[in-house]
């Protein structure tokens, strides 16, 4: 007869076990055929997402480095 293990924790996933993902709006299930105005919405709307996101780590980026890379400059 097998042994059950007495470590039974279950895990709901995610960031550090959270079940929080860290998506943002890429869990809509639409086909790449499918042509209906919803999907194509969401389509746009993800991809504008990931263009803000982009954008705002690059501004961040050029904020924080701006004062170094000026400094060098010198």
């Avoid at 929080?20 to 639409?30: A, D, K, M, P």
């Avoid at 780590?57 to 050029?62: A, D, E, N, P």
């Amino acid at each position: 007869m097998p042994r059950r293990s007495k470590n039974t924790t279950s895990s709901n996933g995610g960031i550090l076990g959270s079940g929080i993902f860290g998506l943002f709006g890429t869990t809509i299930n639409c086909s790449s055929t499918d042509s209906s105005l919803y999907c194509s919405f969401m389509k746009f709307v993800n991809i504008l997402i990931a263009i803000v996101i982009i954008f705002s780590i690059l501004y961040i980026g050029y904020v924080f480095l701006y004062p170094y890379i000026k400094h060098v400059g010198r």
